[in-house]
């Protein structure tokens, strides 16, 4: 169906489109050409490269207009030879059809349209994880009336498409970070966001935006002739991003991976042993101070009341009505997450230089003075910028590092220069 009918349909019709059915019943079946490390449970084609695992095909429960909106968002479709380094995607046309061709093993991820004739998505997602307790899933809906803040849904998967093709994309990403967090996290090679969030319309929305920020600043510091061209060729050099729904979860998560945490954005209600609390994100908040001083938090919600108890922990707050909800995240992002150059400032504030680029970085860190150095290092700034801008290595080296170490600023400048004359010797200077 053409974009333009998707907007006759009723709210508590609205899936993605009707449309005519289209399988892939005649397809050949597959053969695995990626050799599995053993300690990964995992899908005959997903790619593991360094130890990240890349989600490479796609199984989308819907019609063809879902399969539209994945080719617009840059995906292949099953056949396709372009682009070449795209997750490629099968269609089927219902629930039933979805499982029988998952039990080929040959996908690993299902995306199912909540509107589908025989099954709703959350319906298709809970049989196909009874089957397949690894299976990636995400249930796909146009009806924003199932995402909103007080709406008790029952389905962690549930996400609302708002259209942007960055949406698909961050489906991906989210769910390969998830299945690689433990293993490059516990290893030093990347650090985590951490989302906090409940409510589908809001995540959503975030999701898409945070992933596309991941990506520009990850590619920022390359010389614009090695920028990779493809919406796909990001660096795997990059922050994960995990959504957690629940307070034991996103508890759990903190205390599990520490410092392998640089931020933390959450919603304040929440569930709490299974009910909604009011005051979750600040019981989070404080959770997260005890175990990261100085952790990078915001505090998103409608409950403007909320704000002092908020900002007394040392923690941002975001109103969630607010028409620049995204634009003022975005601005948490840079100024608090290392999104961006990074900025020198005085304890009290005022900036006192800007680094764009790890020599930047290298030459200022030499200079500035010593409440300067100490007053980034002790909220663990100089990591966070690192994590962002592609060198998780080195983030997690100088996150292990104590500000009262001896000679601390030495360390760390002998770090940089390691890695720029490795840099220099790889031509990337």
Not at 24 to 34: E, N, Q, V
Not at 219 to 234: H, K, V
Not at 301 to 307: A, G, I, L, Q, V
Not at 319 to 338: A, H, I, N, Q, V
Request: proline share 6%; net charge negative.
């Amino acid at each position: 169906m053409a974009p333009r009918d998707a907007k006759k349909r009723t709210a508590n019709q609205r899936g993605l489109a009707d449309a005519s059915s289209i399988d892939i019943g005649g397809l050949p079946r597959k053969t695995a050409t990626t050799e599995l490390l053993p300690s990964v449970s995992r899908s005959a084609f997903a790619d593991v490269i360094d130890n990240r695992v890349r989600f490479r095909n796609i199984l989308l429960a819907g019609n063809p207009y879902g399969a539209f909106l994945l080719e617009e968002a840059g995906f292949r479709a099953s056949g396709a030879a372009e682009p070449a380094d795209a997750p490629s995607f099968d269609l089927v046309r219902s629930g039933e059809r979805a499982l029988e061709i998952l039990e080929r093993g040959e996908h690993d991820m299902l995306l199912a349209d909540h509107i589908l004739p025989d099954l709703t998505g959350s319906e298709l997602v809970a049989k196909a994880r009874a089957r397949h307790p690894e299976l990636a899933a995400a249930v796909v809906t146009a009806n924003t009336d199932l995402g909103g803040p007080r709406q008790q849904t029952t389905d962690s998967n549930l996400f609302i498409a708002y259209g942007a093709p960055s949406f698909w994309r961050a489906l991906v990403k989210l769910a390969e970070d998830e299945r690689n967090a433990e293993a490059l996290i516990d290893d030093g090679r990347a650090l985590a966001i951490l989302l906090v969030e409940d409510e589908p319309n809001f995540y959503s929305h975030f999701l898409p935006m945070l992933y596309e920020r991941i990506r520009s600043s990850a590619i920022e510091l390359l010389p614009p002739e090695r920028r990779p061209r493809s919406i796909w060729s990001i660096s795997d050099n990059r922050p994960l991003v995990l959504l957690r729904r629940t307070f034991e979860d996103a508890a759990n998560t903190l205390v599990r991976h520490q410092s392998g945490v640089m931020a933390l954005i959450t919603d304040l209600r929440f569930p709490v042993s299974g009910e909604p609390a009011d005051d979750a994100g600040l019981r989070l908040l404080y959770r997260a101070r005890s175990l990261m001083r100085h952790l990078p938090v915001v505090v998103a919600s409608r409950e403007r009341h909320h704000r002092d108890a908020v900002m007394a922990a040392d923690a941002k707050f975001l109103w969630k009505d607010s028409p620049r909800l995204l634009s003022e995240l975005d601005s948490f992002l840079t100024s608090f997450c290392g999104f961006g150059p990074f900025v020198f400032r005085w304890p009290a504030g005022e900036r006192y230089g800007v680094a764009r680029t790890l020599r930047d970085l290298y030459d200022l860190m030499a200079d500035v003075p010593d409440v300067v150095f100490e007053h980034h290092a002790l909220h663990s700034d100089f990591s966070t910028w690192l994590a962002v801008h592609g060198y998780p290595r080195l983030a997690r080296r100088a996150r292990d590092m104590r500000i009262t170490e001896p000679y601390l600023r030495d360390r760390m400048l002998e770090m940089f220069r390691e890695a720029l004359t490795a840099q220099e010797a790889d031509g990337l200077l």
